[in-house]
């Protein structure tokens, strides 16, 4: 089993349409957890961390329930410029474990 | 603002041959990592490094080496290149301490091995 698995997607969205991506991790000991986001033969960069109480960053919001090991990020609005490949990521000291992804793609 | 760099973008070797990949960094980061990334399978850390001279295995260590002899330099060296190494190579740093352990990426170096 991975330790962190993702759906891989292609999630194809009309423009403004609201997308949720799950995320699910094996090691309970996981400490922090995050979203990165990786743009077509770019790098990763730190989209946002997610907290246990949720967190919000304009269209976008993390959720993380820690009983089921279990990661969330809801995209309202969508944009083509959110185009991307979303990667969910779980920290335990520091050493980070990837998620393998998911694609969305924004259509007009 | 935050940089890492990688010192090619596109690589091509025989195998056999000995590579080294370079990675800087200017944020006076204490942890850098090498990662690979291949279509399927996500980043995988090969290595990381808490402190200059100090290394520890990542998840997939074989094949491959490391060096850190100055804070801001970080170096994978492959000492037999195989077709299997073939990849995306990703270089990171992130600070120690604090609980959001955010990791700075490099462009990433395509290493092809024929």
């Known amino acids: 089993r991975k330790e962190v698995e993702q759906d891989p997607g292609p999630f194809n969205v009309p423009e403004g349409a609201t997308v949720a991506f799950n995320c699910t991790y094996s090691n309970s000991a996981s400490q922090s957890f995050f979203w990165y986001r990786q743009d077509c033969r770019k790098e990763p960069k730190l989209l946002m961390s997610?907290?246990?109480s949720g967190n919000e960053d304009g269209r976008f919001t993390a959720q993380l329930n820690r009983a089921s090991q279990y990661i969330s990020l809801l995209i309202r609005d969508s944009k083509l410029s959110d185009s991307a490949t979303y990667l969910c990521?779980?920290?335990?000291?520091?050493?980070?474990?990837f998620g393998t992804g998911t694609q969305l793609k924004v259509e007009l | 603002d935050v940089k890492v760099t990688q010192s090619s973008r596109y690589l091509v070797k025989r195998t056999g041959e000995k590579v080294f990949l370079e990675c800087v960094q200017d944020?006076?980061?204490?942890?850098m990592f090498w990662y690979r990334q291949d279509p399927g399978l996500g980043l995988r850390l090969i290595y990381f490094s808490y402190d200059v001279k100090m290394k520890e295995k990542g998840d997939i260590p074989e094949g491959y080496s490391v060096s850190r002899e100055k804070k801001e330099r970080f170096s994978l060296i492959l000492e037999s290149a195989s077709t299997n190494q073939t990849s995306m190579y990703l270089c990171?740093?992130?600070?120690?301490?604090?609980?959001?352990?955010?990791?700075?990426f490099g462009p990433g170096t395509r290493l092809t091995v024929t």
């Open positions: 990521v779980v920290s335990i000291r520091g050493k980070l474990t």
């Open positions: 990171a740093s992130s600070n120690m301490g604090g609980m959001s352990y955010e990791q700075y």
């Open positions: 944020m006076d980061h204490e942890n």
């Open positions: 997610v907290y246990s």
